[in-house]
């Protein structure tokens, strides 16, 4: 068999623009005979698509027996495994014999059932940590598990979905023209059991999350269940693997992963490897976790990194925050060598290499982007969602108030606005517009005596001359990239854009657009003229 797959560049084979094989079979082999299996890439061709050599001798080429495909289940023609590869794969021990796997809910219809948890009050919201707790059951919205990007052992938990009284508008929900309930797959006894996930298709590697009590999960995101958490734990660590990573690359190329490749997959039956197994994905769970937490777009999310020590320097908070990611992150690359050589070494990675890639969900953050999110926290702060003197959420459900944020900050060092706006201007329009609230909320989060220098590097690490450059011109674009197109802070804007004015959704009011126009946008006409 010869595979001469197109890689999106270069010479093509044949003069055809995507993968092709050619083979010679015989009616009748011998169990004795081996097979002969070639990969001629577009850099081993020439101008007219034929191989530069023949046969061409590269790291994929194998000669094998085709009995060594028989045990495997589907029989894959995976020319490329290495012999321990194909051993492992043919073994009784499989993922299959530890997970229990279910296909997660279907509503029928997203736009209506399911939300960003961001965009819901946090009152009517059961959170997983009550999970088994008397009114867990009483809420309307819950977390949702629903796949996701590439990010191995935690994280991807953006979601909630309309599940109050036992999901009785999802399963109420018709379809007019068939008369049919357009939902299926309720979870049923397996709906807030911890378990672990992952995302059928990818745009890159396989990867899979621990899931802990009191979440949903989605069709996009099935889940697997065991009956022992320390197998949970192992399983986990196996599906994270480079031995995982090789193998699925040979059996899904085209990253669409079928629930029968994970299952299939070899898992070893030694106990104290598994124990040793659930050790490392239990560490490593917790790494992967604290980084995820440490995103303003975490349900666990409780300050921003840059300020976990005050007062200070910016530019010495935000190195400080660099080097803890740095450290989580090759904390978590030495982990999977553990499980790599817990589970016998990597056998063939050399020869799989070309499928290797980096791991998005620790890739550096730059300067630039870590002022950002300072900026971002700071107007939550502005709006009484966060609050410096206290970590988490403070201000998270529909009409909440001054009143409701005094009460769990009584003496509030930054306190929040009272009327909920904040105008966005060109020009210094108002005592306590955005800019005049930021350079505040520096002053206090950082110190007076750092003011002057932390207000440079932060308008210098952004790429503008004057803070308000930021403000007006780029701060809403990127809250809305932030959020997903799901925006918490509201903008109002004048149809030629020279006023502008937020308010945080979970603070409105009926009188907030009242608000806007009679206190600010008229004072701003006023002005003008």
Known sequence: LVHMPYLGKGRTAMGINFGITAMVLRCAVSHKARSMFQCIRSHELDANGVPLAFPTSNERESIVSLDAFAAIPGQPVIY????????????????????????????????????????????????????????????RWYVYVKGGEFRRWY???DFVVDWEFDGRRVKSNVD????????????????????????????????????P??????????????ADHVDLLATLAVLNSNSTDRILGMLAPNLDFKLGHVLNLPIPADVAIRDELGDIAREAVGVAKALWDGQEISLDFQVDPTLQV????????????????????????????????ALGGVPGEAEMSWFAESDSEIAPISVAERVRNLVSYAIGCMFGRYSLDEPGLILADQGATVQD???????????????????????????????????????VAFGEQHFEENLRFVTESLGVREIRDYFVRAFYKDHVQRYKKRPIYWLFSSPKGSFNALIYMHRYTPSSVSTVLNEYLREFTAKLT
Not at 179 to 205: C, D, P, Q, V
Not at 315 to 330: F, K, P
């Open 80 to 139: 490329a495994a290495s012999p321990e590869d194909l051993s492992a794969l043919a073994s009784q021990s499989k993922v299959g014999g530890v997970l229990t796997t279910r296909e997660g809910l279907t509503t029928g219809d997203n736009d209506t059932f399911m939300r960003r948890w961001h965009e819901v009050s946090l009152s009517r919201m059961s959170m997983p940590s009550d999970a088994g707790s008397e009114g867990f059951l009483n809420r």
């Open 155 to 157: 994280g991807n938990i």
């Open 176 to 211: 007019v023209n068939t008369g049919r309930i357009r939902s299926h797959n309720y979870n049923g006894e397996f709906a807030f059991r911890e378990g672990l996930t992952w995302s059928g298709m990818s745009s890159s590697k396989f990867s899979a999350r621990f899931v």
């Open 213 to 226: 009590e009191g979440y949903m999960f989605d069709t996009k995101g099935p889940m697997g269940f065991a």
């Open 310 to 341: 005050r007062p200070g320097l910016v530019a010495d908070r935000v190195v400080g925050a660099n080097a803890s990611l740095s450290s989580a992150a090759g904390r978590l690359v030495e982990l999977r060598k553990q499980v790599d050589a």
């Open 405 to 443: 944020y005094l009460a769990k900050v009584p003496a509030p060092t930054f306190a929040p606005d009272k009327d909920n706006v904040i105008p966005v201007v060109d020009g210094d329009w108002f005592e306590d517009d955005i800019v005049a609230r930021f350079r505040t909320f520096l002053r």
